[in-house]
């Protein structure tokens, strides 16, 4: 996706956990100044890496559930998800470039994954 999605409770399964891309959720509400913010870094975030990532937007007043069963407890919180599990989290208003290198490290991190994994099965 070129842009956030917003995801509702009833989507997270489908958009998120299972997507094959990895996922940057964003729990965040429209009364939360530090997440309007953070919000065009997102959507920068989103056009920079359309492709090999996706950004999805939950406003957890609107859909509480997925936001409780991850221990959200302050937002804008970013959970960083692939393969259905939580690889890493931000929790606050970072400037863009510390979210940036936070985006960098995720995708860092799932590459290492995918290639520790495959050069497991070829051993």
């Not at 409770?9 to 009364?31: C, G, H, N, R, Y």
């Not at 936070?102 to 290639?115: I, P, R, S």
Request: charged share 20%.
């Amino acid at each position: 996706m070129s842009e956030p999605i917003h995801v509702t409770d009833a989507e997270f399964q489908a958009k998120v956990l299972q997507s094959p891309l990895p996922v940057i959720v964003d729990f965040w509400a429209t009364w939360c100044s530090p997440c309007r913010a953070i919000a065009p870094t997102l959507e920068r975030i989103a056009v920079e890496h359309d492709g090999h990532l996706t950004v999805v937007k939950v406003d957890v007043d609107e859909n509480p559930a997925y936001a409780q069963q991850f221990g959200v407890q302050g937002i804008p919180t970013l959970l960083m998800v692939h393969q259905g599990k939580e690889v890493s989290r931000v929790v606050g208003a970072l400037p863009e470039a510390k979210l940036k290198d936070a985006v960098v490290d995720f995708l860092y991190k799932v590459e290492t994954q995918a290639g520790g994994l495959a050069s497991g099965k070829s051993s």
